[in-house]
């Protein structure tokens, strides 16, 4: 599994942590992970078409560093040791959609700052040691002199009465030393996508009826943060069936794929008619790895990387013409019939938090290998049209309680009701699954307004 993590570029970066569980990968696993795939890299409505040109600066090997200024480590206040955090766990378990807040404002911040800073620094008033305007791709190689004073001048906020920079003027400061500005000026100067929407349910932001607390975020960013998580889980699964391929004995020592590269090779497994076929799928993939290690890593990351900067600014100037449209509640209206229907499961899932717990009770099932909550579960979500309300969750509930050894079915009544309050994924033991609604009886003494 080694050389197939190496060749993947699956090896525990800082940010990313991969998990990998033993078993097979039976067909129903695959299945659903075709469809995430098409979910994410649909040529004309998946996630990735969706982001454009934002989504080249993942291939950079300076966003991965850039996500790494995020982390830090905080010290336990009950027990020994140190907490990191920032830090995500990759599995092959597609966990819903849970809302990471912290994780959204990360990818704000790299888009936000980067696209500010270097509409700044374009403009001219800028100035070097030697009083030139600096340039939007060399900043990072200027005087930290030139730098702090960059960043107090336009977030005067971030430093103390004296002067001092705070945690967030630090941070912004490391980004920016990773060519933070570089990167995106290269690959996402604007967005193509260019809309909010309220992050617990999806919709489109309405400013006339927001009420001030509900949490909205732009679109770019909940997007490029659920291609990130939905690829890696897609990348453990790849791996996985590499694994079950023998593909470790058919790799050279040294043979790597670039990031780009990598979504090529996800393309030829979620495609294939695994796990039947498996002869023709090895050869593929081979006759795909050894193609690409004919030249030399370095090489070919350099030529793809100059290629993608140089397609993004040719898309990036067509938006600024208006030649190409931004994406928005006016230029994107499908029709109901041109829905794509894997597509409108998903966004399902996406908007009912009941369907939501109920997916994650499915995928710990699938995993562990449970048909019989598998045959309850599965009907949930083969249309999108599949309604789940607190009565019907709490029924699934029950009957899959019920075949776990006759267990204590879930107790709260309908009539004593639930806080369906979203709050960050946790073990609900009740339930036996994980959860993100805060499920505390009526009335909920953490919030009131349910």
């Not at 905080?74 to 040791?81: D, Q, T, V, W, Y």
């Not at 599995?91 to 800073?117: K, M, P």
Request: proline content about 4%; charged content about 30%; glycine content about 6%.
């Amino acid at each position: 599994m080694d050389r197939i993590r190496n060749l993947l570029g699956l090896i525990d970066d800082g940010k990313r942590i991969y998990r990998f569980e033993d078993g097979e990968v039976d067909r129903e696993t695959f299945e659903y992970s075709q469809i995430m795939f098409n979910y994410l890299f649909d040529e004309e409505k998946g996630v990735i078409a969706t982001l454009g040109p934002t989504w080249n600066l993942v291939h950079d090997s300076r966003f991965s560093k850039i996500e790494n200024c995020f982390i830090r480590t905080r010290k336990n206040l009950f027990s020994e040791g140190d907490t990191m955090l920032g830090q995500e766990i990759v599995s092959g378990a597609f966990a819903g959609f849970t809302v990471d807040v912290y994780r959204l404002d990360q990818y704000a911040t790299i888009l936000g700052e980067g696209r500010h800073f270097g509409k700044v620094i374009e403009s001219g008033v800028i100035k070097d040691e030697d009083g030139d305007p600096c340039h939007p791709n060399t900043f990072w190689q200027e005087s930290d002199a030139v730098l702090w004073g960059t960043i107090k001048k336009e977030c005067t906020n971030y430093f103390t009465r004296e002067g001092k920079p705070n945690r967030e003027a630090t941070t912004l400061y490391n980004l920016i030393k990773e060519d933070l500005i570089g990167l995106v000026t290269d690959y996402a100067e604007v967005p193509l996508v260019d809309e909010f929407i309220n992050s617990e349910s999806g919709d489109v932001f309405e400013p006339e009826t927001w009420d001030g607390e509900t949490p909205i975020v732009y679109v770019e960013v909940d997007l490029l943060e659920k291609a990130l998580t939905v690829r890696g889980s897609l990348r453990v699964i790849a791996a996985k069936v590499l694994d079950r391929l023998g593909f470790s004995d058919h790799i050279k020592s040294g043979e790597r794929l670039t990031d780009a590269e990598t979504d090529e090779l996800l393309r030829i497994v979620y495609t294939s008619k695994w796990p039947d076929c498996r002869a023709e799928l090895v050869q593929e993939i081979i006759f795909f790895v050894v193609a690409k290690n004919s030249v030399p890593f370095a090489e070919r990351q350099a030529q793809q990387l100059a290629d993608a900067a140089q397609v993004s600014k040719e898309f990036v100037a067509k938006i600024k013409s208006g030649e190409i449209k931004q994406i928005n509640r006016h230029t994107d209206a499908p029709s109901e019939t041109s829905t794509d229907p894997n597509a409108a499961v998903i966004k399902s899932i996406q908007d009912n938090p009941f369907k939501r717990d109920l997916f994650m009770m499915l995928t710990d099932a699938e995993q562990v290998g449970n048909t019989k909550v598998v045959a309850v579960l599965q009907p949930v979500f083969e249309t999108a049209d599949y309604v789940v309300t607190e009565q019907t969750f709490q029924a699934l509930v029950n009957e899959i309680r019920a075949m776990q050894g006759g267990k204590t079915p879930f107790a709260t009544t309908v009539a004593e009701g639930e806080c369906e309050h979203v709050v960050p994924r946790y073990w609900n033991p009740e339930i036996g699954t994980y959860s993100e609604l805060c499920r505390k009886h009526l009335p909920c003494p953490d919030h009131a307004e349910s």
